[in-house]
């Protein structure tokens, strides 16, 4: 049996048997709290009316609804990480939660149903399907560890994508069991050991032996794919082809349903909005990535902001920030809030491109050693730990320099020698450090004078040298990661966060009043 399909059945025969059971022991604790537990607090006792009977099985057809409505969207999967489980149950809540409160008013029972009652059954219904998705999910994970303790994936991948091919679906899936077989023109294996992967020919192979195998051969063709499939599968080997375009792989957000054919989107950073005067390109991160590798000549000595709710209100207020962040090649959406302002403007799908997010999956692509890099700004200090944390995590990363200006203003002569410097290194991205708006001012300055494009990623430098810690997974997925820096320091981040995220919805009510 193979693993995809034990998988599928053995979730979607569970997983919403375990939501009903956590439904209902939250809804009858939830009663008990308040008629027994909690009377005494209360002047008057409620009785409890079949009311309450009607509600429950509301929650239960809400809950049935979301989850066929959602298809594998709610599924716990083993691929998921313990924060999008979370996440995932949170989502359920708040609409279970919407869905409830508008069955309330519509039937007229808002004011014959506790809000003690509601309120409890929420909380607690959300801490215990958590804890027991979470407890799902490990039991069937060490189910599947079982089942395929001698079992392996398989990679096929050409010489050229070995170093660093491996690497990269490892990021991935870090606990994968890997084994790698290496095709050249020939399509015959070679037989060596390189970078911890045990590396063989596929005539080696025995059958049983692998759950699946990945096919990476970017320079391939069909037909030369398709024989490798036919390889495997006389080993009883079922594959898998990962989607390239030029050598690069486009993340699921860009696959889509388009005139009955499964399409790979392609913008051609054409999509434009506009949030306060700000012109922003409505892009996705693998498209981001894709584009600018490929147009790196066409882009050469421009730059690329990533602009948030700070510097776009900032660009509102200050026409040196606006002519900063207009001028540049793209301006990208490095925040929730200005993605969501988008996505109200017509046939609008923007999503968050944050500057870490684009750093991260650049430095991933760029494990072929195609696209070079130097990074400028920051301190010596955060430079070093951001040296040795790339050589460690990205390996093949071509870096061409790095190099911490003073922290004061440069005299002419100290800037043309910074340009030199960066000229003479020839890099292809020039990642810019030096915290907003200051570097979208620098960018702008150096204009046509690198023979790189820029990018200003700010605190990008210290989340990846680890000098910064960086919000958990979940609390990014609900838009809190601002919350989470505002914590970390909150004298100086105050007015950044609080004030500045409220003038800015203040302003987009304004705006779209005029409008």
């Known amino acids: 049996m193979q693993i995809e399909s034990y998988l599928k059945r053995i979730y979607r025969r569970h997983t919403l048997l375990l939501d009903y059971i956590v439904l209902v022991v939250s809804y009858a604790l939830a009663l008990v709290s308040r008629y027994i ?9 409620v009785v409890i009316s079949t009311i309450y009977v009607t509600i429950g099985l509301m929650l239960i057809a809400f809950l049935t609804l979301i989850t066929y409505a959602g298809k594998d969207r709610f599924k716990v999967v083993p691929q998921q990480g313990k924060a999008e489980v979370i996440f995932d149950v949170i989502r359920i809540q708040f609409l279970m939660l919407f869905g409830i409160v508008i069955y309330l008013f519509a039937a ?6 506790s809000r003690t009652v ?4 929420f909380v607690i ?13 490990q039991v069937v994970l060490h189910k599947i560890s079982i089942s395929v303790r001698d079992r392996h994936y398989l990679l096929v991948t050409d010489s050229a994508s070995s170093s660093f091919a491996p690497l990269q679906v490892r990021m991935s899936h870090p606990d ?10 020939e399509n015959i294996g070679t037989d060596k050991d390189d970078n911890k992967n045990h590396i063989m020919s596929i005539t080696d192979l025995e059958e049983g032996t692998y759950i699946k195998a990945y096919i990476y051969l970017p320079a391939s063709t069909q037909n030369e794919i398709f024989e490798i499939v036919r390889r495997l599968e006389d080993k009883g080997i079922p594959s898998g082809i990962i989607l390239t375009a030029l050598g690069d792989r486009p993340q699921l957000r860009n696959l889509s349903d388009d005139m009955g054919f499964r399409t790979l989107n392609y913008t051609a950073m054409q999509k434009k909005g506009n949030v306060l005067g700000v012109n922003y390109t409505i892009s996705t991160i693998s498209e981001a990535v894709f584009y600018i590798r490929h147009h790196l000549e066409k882009l050469r000595g421009q730059y690329i902001c990533f602009s948030n709710v700070h510097t776009t209100v900032m660009a509102h207020d200050r026409k040196d920030v606006l002519e900063a962040e207009n001028s540049s090649a793209f301006t990208f959406t490095d925040g929730a809030p200005v993605a969501r302002a988008l996505r109200h403007q017509e046939e609008s799908d923007a999503v968050r491109l944050a500057g870490p997010d684009f750093m991260k999956e650049m430095l991933i692509s760029s494990m072929d050693g195609k696209t070079s890099h130097y990074f400028y ?8 730990a951001l040296k040795a944390n790339i050589e460690k995590t990205y390996p093949g990363v071509v870096v061409k320099g790095y190099y911490s200006p003073p ?21 292809d991205i020039i990642w810019v450090g030096l915290g907003a708006p200051r570097q979208e001012k620098w960018m702008l300055e150096h204009k046509g004078k690198f023979r790189g494009i820029m990018m200003g990623v700010g605190a990008a430098f210290d989340f990846h040298a680890g000098t910064i810690k960086r919000a958990p997974k979940w609390m990014q997925m609900l838009s809190l990661e601002w919350f989470y820096r505002l914590l970390q320091d909150p004298v100086r981040l105050f007015k950044r966060y609080l004030v500045t995220n409220i003038r800015f919805l203040w302003l987009l009510i304004v705006d779209n009043k005029v409008e």
């Open 37 to 45: 537990v909690l009377s005494r607090l209360y002047k008057k006792a």
């Open 108 to 113: 007229g029972w808002s004011n014959y149903v």
């Open 118 to 121: 509601l309120g409890l059954f």
């Open 125 to 137: 219904n959300m801490i215990l399907d958590c804890l027991a998705r979470l407890w799902y999910r």
């Open 176 to 185: 994968m069991k890997l084994d790698v077989v290496v095709i050249d023109k």
């Open 377 to 384: 700004g920051s301190s010596e200090k955060t430079l070093n």
């Open 407 to 427: 922290f004061r203003e440069l005299t002419e002569e100290e800037n043309q020698q910074i340009i030199d410097r960066i000229n003479a290194a020839d890099a």
